[in-house]
Structures are given as C-alpha cells and as structure tokens.
C-alpha cells in the first residue's frame, strides 16, 4: 500500500482545521491545498463531495532529504487527502513515504522515510485522541 486512513468522528470543516494542527505538532506546515470539490466544478461542472488535498511539509526533515538526493523533491510533499464518503463519514488518508521514498536508493533515506511514517502515524493518532 501506498498509503494508510482513519476515520474522523466530526465534521469535513473540523477535520480540515484539526490534521492542520495535528500536522503543526509534529512540525508539518501545510505548503499547498487544493480542493478538488472547488477544481472540478470550475473545470468540468461536476458536483463532487468535499475532498481537500494538503501538502504537508516538514522543512528539517525535507532539508534532510533533498541533501540526501536532489531529486527527491519529485515525490514531496507528503500528501494528506481529507475527504466526505457517500455515507457522509469523513475520510483521512496519509501518504506512507516509506513506500514512496523506498523507490529512492540514498543511504538514510529510508531510516529518514521511517521517521517521517511515524510521525504521520502520530497526526493520524492524534485525530482520534
């Protein structure tokens, strides 16, 4: 897999206000953010669910990385998807970097790719505290 979720027990608005925080304690800002709700209503006219992406970065962390290997910047930042289900649940996905940076074949990289999991891991934990 590519990428592991939890289910959020509030609103799509809460969820989206709480991953930012969570992301902040863990030392994340939020680089980007596109609502694809927003994107594909002025591009195509569809009426889709809410459904943000945010790109997350840890500027240490990421400094770490792109020292590692200039090129990784291709695969950052680390994505974190919240989203509105059919059932009206809320979904938020987190990209796993260690599948992701495990395609790049640096020395630390993959140590660094684990740190940067488990603090994922901790946002993630951190939604249902």
Do not use: W
């Not at 927003?38 to 809410?50: E, F, G, S, T, Y």
């Not at 990421?62 to 989203?83: F, H, K, S, W, Y």
């Amino acid at each position: 897999m590519y990428g592991f979720t939890t289910t959020f027990k509030g609103s799509y608005d809460d969820a989206v206000t709480r991953v930012t925080e969570e992301l902040s304690k863990e030392g994340f800002g939020v680089l980007t953010e596109i609502d694809v709700k927003a994107v594909m209503k002025k591009k195509l006219d569809l009426d889709k669910r809410p459904y943000k992406i945010l790109g997350a970065c840890n500027p240490v962390l990421a400094n770490q990385a792109l020292t590692a290997e200039p090129d990784i910047g291709l695969l950052l930042p680390c994505n974190v998807v919240v989203r509105e289900e059919e059932d009206g649940t809320i979904t938020v996905a987190f990209m796993d970097p260690a599948a992701v940076l495990d395609l790049v074949q640096q020395p630390g990289i993959h140590d660094l790719a684990g740190e940067v999991k488990a603090k994922l891991e901790r946002v993630r934990d951190g939604l249902n505290a």
